[in-house]
């Protein structure tokens, strides 16, 4: 019966990670039709109406809690939400899914280098080894097979824009872990959310807001509640049943489910520079994910440098 039950665990992180992957898809398609900074906005104000007949109740009860906290979740919903968000809808007007699911997948290796300056955390050999040879494989990419193109300027803008959004991501999960708030992560979300909300008012006084339509209306209400909601719900069901590092490395499995989506539905094309600068990408981030024997397993006759 466990082994049953552990088996079905297994297609929660898969069916989050597919709305995620739809999600970049969904979000390349509607960028003809619907500004970054409108979807933004209307995607955390849909999720805001959706929480707040549950949350809201449950927030007016723990203000007490929230109070001493509202500074870091202010932080946290400019970082996870509006920049990175914000930055990875203005990256949809310049570049393709494809390109934006794989720059997406190195979110674990930005982690890295955002760790060193903030929590002091130095990556050991096998994360060094991992994020050089994954940056290698993004540059080739960006190149489309040809570092040369890069270091000439030839690279997509958007994949730019990605890869800044992906940096401010790794932010969010950094102090996340620095963090480490001690309140309900449902709340902890619907409280970022609010704050995404207002965080997007000046921008919105200052570069308006598109209207609705035929055209964009679906798009902005699965980002609201599909991807914003349901995917770390499920994802937070597959933690519990699965533990974080089983779960985790399902997310290396994003860029296949974008490149695939991408493919059959906006009719992109992938190309061999994708297939190889991808193998290299997914085995850095595997390699950087790897553990090394913790010290204090290590005894003290073997403890001297290297």
């Known amino acids: 019966m466990q082994q049953q039950r552990m088996k079905w665990a297994f297609i929660l992180p ?6 995620w992957s739809l999600n970049i898809a969904v979000t390349r398609y509607v960028a003809e039709w619907i500004s970054p900074v409108s979807i933004s906005f209307y995607r955390w104000f849909v999720a805001f109406w959706v929480l707040t007949p549950f949350m809201l109740p449950k927030l007016w009860q723990q203000r007490a809690v929230i109070k001493p906290h509202l500074g870091q979740l202010l932080i946290l919903s400019a970082f996870g939400m509006v ?14 899914a494809t390109n934006m699911g794989i720059i997406n997948a190195f979110i674990p290796i930005f982690t890295v280098f955002v760790s060193i300056a903030i929590l002091k955390d130095f990556p050991n050999r096998y994360a060094v080894l991992g994020s050089l040879m994954s940056l290698f ?19 997509h803008s958007g994949d730019l824009l990605m890869l800044l959004a992906v940096f401010f991501y790794a ?30 008012l000046p921008f919105i006084a200052w570069l308006g807001l598109d209207a609705l339509n035929a055209q964009n209306w679906a798009s902005v209400v699965y980002a609201g509640v599909f991807p914003s909601l349901i995917a770390p719900l499920v ?4 933690v519990q049943q699965l533990g974080p590092n089983r779960t985790s490395i399902f997310m290396n ?44 397993a290590v005894t003290p006759s073997n403890t001297k440098a290297s």
């Not at 898969?14 to 709305?19: E, G, K, Q, S, Y």
């Not at 494989?137 to 690279?155: D, E, H, K, N, T």
């Not at 932010?171 to 619907?190: A, D, E, H, R, T």
């Not at 974008?258 to 193998?279: F, K, P």
């Open 83 to 96: 920049l990175y968000q914000g930055l990875a809808y203005s990256a949809a007007h310049y570049t393709t």
């Open 235 to 238: 994802w937070m069901l597959a």
């Open 171 to 200: 932010f969010y999960g950094v102090f996340l872990k620095k963090w480490q708030l001690q309140i309900p992560l449902l709340l902890s979300l619907y409280v970022q959310v609010c704050f995404a909300v207002l965080l997007h």
């Open 137 to 155: 494989g993004l540059f080739y990419i960006m190149g489309q097979g040809s570092l040369a193109s890069v270091v000439q300027g030839g690279a």
């Open 14 to 19: 898969l069916i989050a990670v597919l709305i």
């Open 253 to 296: 499995l994003t860029p296949v489910f974008t490149a695939v989506i991408a493919s059959l539905w906006l009719a992109e094309a992938w190309t061999i520079y994708h297939s190889i600068g991808g193998l290299i990408i997914l085995f850095g981030i595997i390699l950087a994910q790897k553990k090394t024997v913790s010290s204090a």
